[in-house]
């Protein structure tokens, strides 16, 4: 238990479905991260929040759209999705300070038909 | 950041020391090096990081050369448990803004009976 929580852990979806990935952590941190991990690729930056603000956006499609409500909790909408977007989420947490020592959570494998 | 080198894969029995090594000669002095591990399907996890000295917690020991120009990883007992994919990230550390972390392709670690 990283205290990272991300909800699915698994997702299927269609092309043409909406869903949302979501990420909790109660680790007090104030930073948080969208990482994408592809089969037999490394893991990629997607976006990073730091007091709930968007500080990069790693030139990601917009049909993933971020949303972070709080500090605690980060969203990923995901819409007319590709086959190619098919991957592992990776949500993370750290102290905006302390930015390296990141905390995971486990990750949502999410398969687009 | 400066960019790392670490072989693809690596083997060791269980119960035996795991050294797992990193190249990173182009380390700037204000450049710590991180070690991450990532278990089959999981989130990473931060294992060490270090900036001069060898450090040591309850997970591994980091051994950093004089020169800073490479560091070895060593799991002292490996069980069938540490089997994963281990990553070597060489950062700026308290930037003060949430840090990015760039993953690399790690070495792979299999632990054997």
């Known amino acids: 238990e990283t205290g990272v929580t991300q909800t699915p852990r698994h997702l299927v979806m269609g092309m043409t479905n909406k869903k949302s990935l979501k990420c909790e952590q109660h680790l007090g941190h104030n930073a948080m991260y969208w990482y994408k991990q592809s089969a037999k690729k490394p893991l990629e930056l997607m976006f990073v929040?730091?007091?709930?603000?968007?500080?990069e956006n790693n030139s990601v499609p917009s049909r993933f759209s971020p949303e972070c409500p709080n500090s605690s909790h980060l969203f990923l909408h995901l819409h007319t999705l590709q086959p190619e977007d098919s991957a592992l989420y990776l949500c993370a947490s750290s102290q905006v300070g302390g930015g390296t020592i990141q905390y995971f959570g486990a990750g949502t494998r999410l398969s687009v038909l | 950041d400066a960019k790392t080198t670490q072989p693809p894969s690596m083997d060791c029995a269980e119960g035996r020391a795991a050294n797992l090594p990193c190249n990173h000669s182009?380390?700037?002095?204000?450049?710590?090096v991180y070690w991450y591990r990532q278990i089959h399907s999981q989130g990473p996890q931060y294992i060490i990081h270090?900036?001069?000295n060898n450090e040591t917690n309850e997970m591994a020991s980091l051994i950093i050369t004089e020169d800073r120009k490479s560091s070895t990883l060593i799991l002292p007992h490996a069980t069938l448990r540490d089997t994963a994919v281990y990553y070597c990230?060489?950062?700026?550390?308290?930037?003060?803004?949430?840090?990015?972390?760039?993953f690399g392709t790690g070495t792979r670690l299999q632990v054997t009976l």
């Open positions: 182009t380390i700037s002095g204000n450049e710590y």
């Open positions: 990230i060489v950062r700026v550390a308290n930037t003060g803004t949430a840090s990015k972390l760039t």
């Open positions: 929040y730091n007091f709930k603000e968007q500080t």
């Open positions: 270090g900036l001069k």
